[in-house]
């Protein structure tokens, strides 16, 4: 059983409806956050805004490691990753609460640099920590951390509302968390490639930023009708939105944006950069779709707030699946272009397999 | 460093009180649970409410195990625990959030069972399950619950507001759940006591429920002006009401209830039971204070539920101590009962000594 059939496993039937209708509850288990409806503020009216809750936890040696990672790193990231899910609803995130178990080989000033890593990452975002837990742990540092935002009503940006003919976007480069866990991974690399391209791989994996200015733009557009965070690889968040919205995904591989530096490191350590893209994760930039008549409109919107938005495919009609349309393995087999393209696995980081 | 040290020392100062009150934020870290501004509902008024927020992790080999609590019980008990913090401010849990680490030990299956006891819990409660993060775990099983509740704007019960002459209270029996660890801890004892007696001590320990009930007519009453939750024990408990409230605190020796079934099982096993009442923990009744002229008629009213309150003492002037006025110790001595008094340690269930 993979990880998405134990949670259904667990979760399924377990509540009657109306318990969660009388709990206010839109969107439980399934997307990137809940959708509750209610609002925070003094005075505000509770029916022009949803809440959005969401959690995630990072364990030592399965989601990092302290040699790869400072505790600041380590605290900054773990917040980032769930401000990216509330980013990956249009929502703005406003309160977050940290759970954390400390072995004994994590020491008070350890734990001290990742909240101090923690409360940088709320800082920039604005978010307010409201609470928390602390405890022992017998072996492995576990950080949970949950966050609450808001969204306006009815605006949330769901994985299931891909429509046949929408165009597939990313708002940044994917890969280069991958890559820079591999040169993290590997220090003899280090000295064949300059310090700003080392510093620029090695930051993307471990200071991610949420795309929260992004999402707001997208949710503001209005044009845009699926939204999903990239934590575990182009083709695992592209697969959700695919199984969600019913449609079959198409990712055009000549159009996936690269950088200078991904496609340098990946050519020294005889690595894939698409593999990095497809597979890698942890990048926390968004994938989604929109009405395709509004790309250039949005692009430009997006530029001129000094952000980025890339076409990388489009939306057919299907069944869950997701495609890769290329030219680089097309030519080994003398097919056309046009009709070449092979089905990916949905893949990506997997907590049980 | 104790646990409160640290966490002090992780969190003071880290953020601008202007972020804090941009975000709606009444109360952050350091009561039961965190309060903001805002209401859930559909069409409700976010300035007749507040949001509570609390989280609570239980780590394997620290907070249970698998040979004293089945995994339906450690899953309904994670929940119970977060529910009792809502309970402690006087509000109604809603929403919760289900974060577990698994470690290769437990079976799907088992998992299975952890998440059928947080259901059940929930279910008890019309509390909805809205969302969850599943990761594996290289040694011990965490579970972190996050709870969202609401209550009436200004109406929750923090620790800090008892006052002088108030009355101290408690909503059941103390130390039962440290008997029923002591009693699963000790089998052997098992057959020289009565099956239900047996039974009753370990369900203390093994399901404990949330004092909701009790919560909101406290609540309601208008005449409760501290309240905490007894997962520490009533030493600890009494010591944060007192510290938080500047005040001494009085546990009068006599006056605490003690059931039948913990004075049976304390004298078999040679314990004590002053000592499971007062450090033992996790029994998950409140502890407050109340203005002592409406102690008859609120006593009433929780009788004709079927419920109880109990008068254990009351609040003096003082700096955050805890005191106990006894009998039983006084004979020893030959002192005066009217003076005599010892002071007690603020220890309970500490994370780090």
Known sequence: MDEFSRISYWTSNQQDEKLLKRNAVKVAIGDDAAIVAGAVSEDGSSKDFELLYTVDTMVEDIHFTSTTMTYAQIGYKALASNLSDIAAMGGVPLHALIAISVPGHVSAQQAKQLYDGIYECANT????????????SPHNLVVTITVVGQVEAGTAILRSGAKFRDMLVITGVAGKSAAGL???????LEQEISPELSAQLK????????????ARLLRESGVCHSLNDVSDGLASEAGEIALASKVDVIIEETKLPISDSLSRYA????CSALDWMLYGGEDYILIGTIASQHYKELKRSFQQLGMQLYEIGYVEAGTGEVWLEGSSWQSQHGQSPKTQRKRIERKGYNHFT
């Open 125 to 136: 975002f604005g978010v307010a920590i409201v609470g928390g837990d602390t405890t022992s």
């Open 182 to 188: 591999h040169l993290l991974m590997h220090p003899e």
């Open 203 to 214: 930051r993307a994996h471990q200071l991610p930023k949420p795309h929260l200015a992004q």
């Open 267 to 270: 050519a020294l350590s005889h």
